[in-house]
């Protein structure tokens, strides 16, 4: 049976949807709450976002910090990114280092060449303890994985930092409601419903500055794990690789020790976009060493508190 | 660069538990292609571990360990598809009752809602719930997955029986657009390809039916625009604009409209959207910012409009679905979150729990968990409101528990047609 089907209408362009949404919660999670902060990595999604977060509250400044959990371990170009970025904003940069976590004792050093990813979690809570910070913007995605997928935009955080997916608050319209207790705090994702298309689509729009490693270069890389790790003072070649000078770019930029890049010659956006479109594999899957432990890597970090 | 000129729907999956929604998403999924190779690899390792066979599509969505572990869905998933011109953002609701929250929060905001019905079961009470629950929330059109054909055969007369079942609850809800499709999700049978075991069957397939359905339809209202102010923005020389997402009507610089509660006539002298700067006209889901002729002390939970207006009242008539653990009774005092304003609330009385099975509402003296029921509130602070089904954002309300903070119930001012 088919009763008339309602008529298809030609409407706002989806980029200009997204864009509003996202700016929409970054206005009430703003207002709700007293002391939010924008978690901001260098990285394509995080540049996006602090992008957003500009344009949401201009010609007035940011009305809150940006906050780099650093792990140490960073390739150097997005560093220097990270530095420029917020200076042409006039921005206040804060930084939870987990080497800061490690020199206190609050983690185990996983020794020179150990990856530092799950310590975040750690260096990131301590911080927004220290701060009094009640809300988190993060640049997370929920076509990354399939535990973000299953997220609330606002995602409640308990006294501990944890995230428990069988206790989610309702999420009703777009009505999001940021009031926590004291000691408890907010994760907000604008970027929820953004693909990974989507943001490279967005970066080509509005011409969204990123650091170099995302477009195509030549680098010495060794095979590991079916990917290629570049070769730099935290990942030298183990017996049996061998390097080579391979052309490639990051789909992600994480920690440099579990990074991994991919084979490309897309040294524009316009040719990322297309290189995107048409990839067989996720982004996590093909850049992510700390996704591999187990099937359920995301969820168990991010029950912990992780991002 | 080319243009960018796809649209976006937005769907939900309901109905009972085990009718086959997840595993529907995950065929659509698959037979489209838009999973990556290694999140099909990691399904099928999932599935061999979990010793569930070769391939349990519903692990495309229920990612969460306990869900896998109960191959049951807990919480909504959000997966994303696109065809050329169309983006899809699907949310994959639970079906247990115990988590009709998570199903009302993946509805809230969809265009269309994807039913799936088990043939060889009919409707039962928890597809009857979903469809009421997704009436309220103002879906108005179904594409209706009547699932598990294999296990019958591919029968056309146990595929009529449910479509005349679902025509028959349809037409009390007052759906408008309804498409149903017999499938099996478990096979792939209508869902992406037609399946040559229908061929009493000259519908669409999901997917079809999915390409032509309205995409706008949950920002459509039936009344002028509305911008309730989220922020107040400093421009230099000292002038401001206040900035806010538009629903309803398009609105236009030059517009004459009301600022509400204060009842202040004004005009947009400019109107900012974030893409273009200056523009002339903004519509329903674009955030922002607008310039007033006249000196206002606007500031955020006000709310523009343009005629015809909505309410300012402090008394709500409102129909809520109730998801606290402890009862709703008359004289709970909560707090209310309606477009950008926050302010306490009491239920002053209860008019009635709805029986989702027949569609009619009784005397109650409390509203348990899940339930439905028909309230009077009064605020402390005025509210700008319209009737929800003339206008899905200034017409929705939450509830909020003054202790814990948590959200404890949908919202909708006025009263649904059917009840
Ligand atoms: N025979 C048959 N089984 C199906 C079909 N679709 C789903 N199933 C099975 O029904 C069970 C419940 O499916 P699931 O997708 O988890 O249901 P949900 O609770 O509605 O999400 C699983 O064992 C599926 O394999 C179908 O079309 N035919
Ligand atoms: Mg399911």
Redesign the interface.
Known sequence: MTLTPLRPQTTTDHLSLLESHAVYILREVAAECERPVLLFSGGKDSAVLLHLAVKAFAPGRLPFPVMHVDTGQNFPEVLTFRDQTVANLGARLLVASVQDAIDRGRVADPGPHGARNRLQTVALLDAIVEHGFDAAFGGARRDEDKARAKERILSFRDAFGQWDPRQQRPELWQLYQGRVNAGEHLRAFPLSDWTELDIWQYIEREHVALPPIYFAHERDVVRRDAMWLAVNEFIQPRPGEHVERRLVRYRTVGDATCTGAVESDAVTVDAIVREVATANVSERGATRADDRFSETAMEDRKREGYF | ?E??????LRLATIGSVDDGKSTLIGRLLVDTRQL????LD?VV??SE?RGVGDLDLSFV?D????E?EQGIT???????A?TPDR?F?IADCPGHVQYT??M??GA??ADLALVVVDVAHGLKEQTRRHLCIAALLGV??LVVAVNKMDAVHWSSAAFQSV?DEV?TVSSELGF?????VPTSALLGDNVVDASDHTPWYH??TVLG?LE??????WSNATNGPRLPI??V????GGGRTY???VNGDTLHSGDVVTLLPAGIETTITALN???SGADTQA?A???IDVALADETDAG?GDLLARAPLPRVTRDVTATVCW?GERPLTTGSRL?L??T?R?TPARIVALDGVVDVSTLTVHDGDELRTNDIGLVQLQTADPLVVDDYRDN??TG???L?DEV????VA?GMVGRAAFL
């Open positions: 660069m243009p960018v000129n796809t649209d976006i990556f190779d290694d999140q990691a390792n999932a571990r969505t990612g969460l360990r306990a896998r807990i919480d909504v998933a959000y997966r994303y696109s983006k953002i929250r998570n009302a929060t809230s905001t108005r059109g479509v025509e408008e657009s309804i498409t149903c519908g669409p039916a032509s359905s309205d995409a706008g339809a989220q922020w923005l400093r421009q230099p900035a806010g997402m959207t974030l893409h519509g889901g674009l955030s955020r998801f707090r979150k309606h950008t926050v899905r954002v929705s309300f939450v909020i814990t903070n948590a959200t949908a």
